[in-house]
């Protein structure tokens, strides 16, 4: 490996570090590694500073403040973090929706900025493999009302985060061979790896039997196992297994003369009956289409104010790794539904103002907020050691019945955060700024 420049440390930072005296030394930003020139100089206490030419070899921008640390098992000196927001594209629009990709992705990078690092947005598109570079984008704010994205040449990060925003997008083999090959990459850490299947989750969880109160019965759809749910539970929700925003939902109501009735979740509702579970298959075959469903048990739901609903838990891993709550907040289903999402003609209402509404008392209230906090701590835990899998944040829906007992509903590795917020501007920023101090934790800073 040829020597590139100098990286000049002062004798306090070098103390400090316990780095020992050498001529030469590695120095890494993302996968990119350069050998460098070490010089030890009366600089200012704990600095360092980066030759032009070192500087340039690390595709480091300037004025851009990086920490440094010594990885000592491998001798080498790490500038960082640099970070990744992988997506599929990125549209240079002038005026966006504030519930778009397109917006996440602006908010992230503005808030990348603010960080020490570099915090970048790239596709499959944008890598070279044959340098370990890739052409990353950061929003620059042209006018108060548009901005563009720039590009420039960085490191392959130290830390990915998917934001890869379909499941369609996700299946195509340039996305997966993508995500295969930056996995093998020596340096990088990468989370929130895909979207989640829910039978798998299911399967995963399952095995955990503290989580056994809290999880409907579901099963895989077949005509047989249809037939098991309804002998014992007069409601049954089928659901795409690998479904999202509430599409594809179908809700299954047995009266006590056996008679199915049946009502989709799409916005052109599809309400019949049926007389049997084969007819009921049959008369639902062209809506499921040729997609992997499960059945599962149906939860009654507590109301307010007449309307089913759920709870949705933004939750998190924190600058330590340590999971919380970021966002929560109560989706209120429609008026004549059991489908409280969003895209399907939810409405937002805050948490507590809800359970206040519900449960009267500040302590039951403070309870059930407990009750919720650790639901969702052993879910989180449970499901990144059954998957083997690194998760940063996750999506739970959590619904209450009418005991107020609470059930998970689903889980979501891909939580759509809105840019904007009736409740909280600070709990929109924090939503988006943890990922990214958690990046930052897992590169080592």
């Not at 379909?166 to 790896?193: D, G, Q, V």
């Not at 059991?338 to 409405?347: F, K």
Request: net charge positive; charged share 25%.
């Amino acid at each position: 490996m040829n020597t590139v420049g100098r990286i000049y440390i002062s004798r306090d930072l070098m103390k400090k570090l316990a780095l020992p005296v050498q001529n030469e030394i590695k120095v890494r930003v993302g996968n990119l590694l350069v050998n460098s020139e070490l010089v030890i100089q009366d600089l200012k206490k704990k600095s360092y500073m980066l030759s032009p030419s070192l500087a340039g070899a690390l595709y480091i921008k300037k004025r851009k403040h990086m920490k440094l640390r010594y990885d000592q098992r491998e001798n080498i000196i790490h500038l960082g973090p640099t970070i990744g927001i992988l997506s599929t594209f990125l549209p240079n629009r002038g005026e966006y929706d504030p519930l778009s990709m397109h917006a996440e992705l602006i908010f992230l990078s503005n808030i990348g900025k603010t960080l020490a690092g570099q915090v970048y947005v790239f596709t499959p598109g944008s890598i070279n493999w044959s340098n370990n570079t890739a052409r990353g984008y950061v929003y620059k704010q042209v006018t108060p009302d548009r901005g563009v994205w720039v590009a420039n040449i960085y490191p392959l990060p130290d830390v990915v985060y998917d934001r890869i925003p379909s499941r369609s997008s996700e299946a195509r083999s340039l996305i997966r061979n993508t995500k295969n090959r930056l996995c093998r990459l020596p340096y990088l850490k990468y989370f929130n790896p895909s979207f989640l299947n829910k039978w798998k989750v299911y399967q995963l969880l399952i095995n955990d039997p503290s989580l056994h109160p809290y999880m409907p019965e579901t099963r895989v759809l077949t005509a047989d196992n249809l037939m098991d749910l309804l002998a014992k539970y007069n409601i049954i929700f089928l659901k795409p297994a690998n479904g999202s925003l509430g599409k594809g939902i179908i809700k299954v109501k047995r009266d006590e003369k056996g008679t199915l009735h049946f009502v989709t979740s799409s916005r052109r509702k599809i309400r019949s009956s049926a007389d049997s579970v084969a007819e009921l298959m049959k008369k639902t075959r062209d809506y499921r289409g040729n997609r992997a469903y499960i059945a599962q048990q149906g939860i009654s739901l507590a109301s307010y104010k007449g309307s089913p609903f759920d709870l949705r838990i933004v939750y998190q891993k924190n600058a330590r790794g340590i999971w919380q709550t970021s966002k929560s907040f109560v989706r209120v289903a429609p008026r004549g539904s059991s489908v409280s999402n969003l895209a399907s003609g939810g409405r937002v209402e805050k948490t507590k103002h809800v359970l206040k509404y519900l449960y009267k008392k500040g302590a039951v209230v403070e309870e059930k907020f407990l009750h919720i906090k650790r639901l969702c701590q052993q879910v989180a835990e449970t499901l990144e050691k059954a998957s083997q899998a690194n998760y940063g944040e996750l999506g739970l829906d959590i619904g209450l019945d009418k005991n107020g007992s609470p059930w998970l509903i689903e889980v979501n590795s891909k939580p759509r955060k809105t840019t904007e917020s009736e409740v909280s501007q600070v709990i929109v920023k924090n939503t988006f700024r943890r990922p990214l101090e958690y990046s930052s934790y897992l590169a080592g800073f």
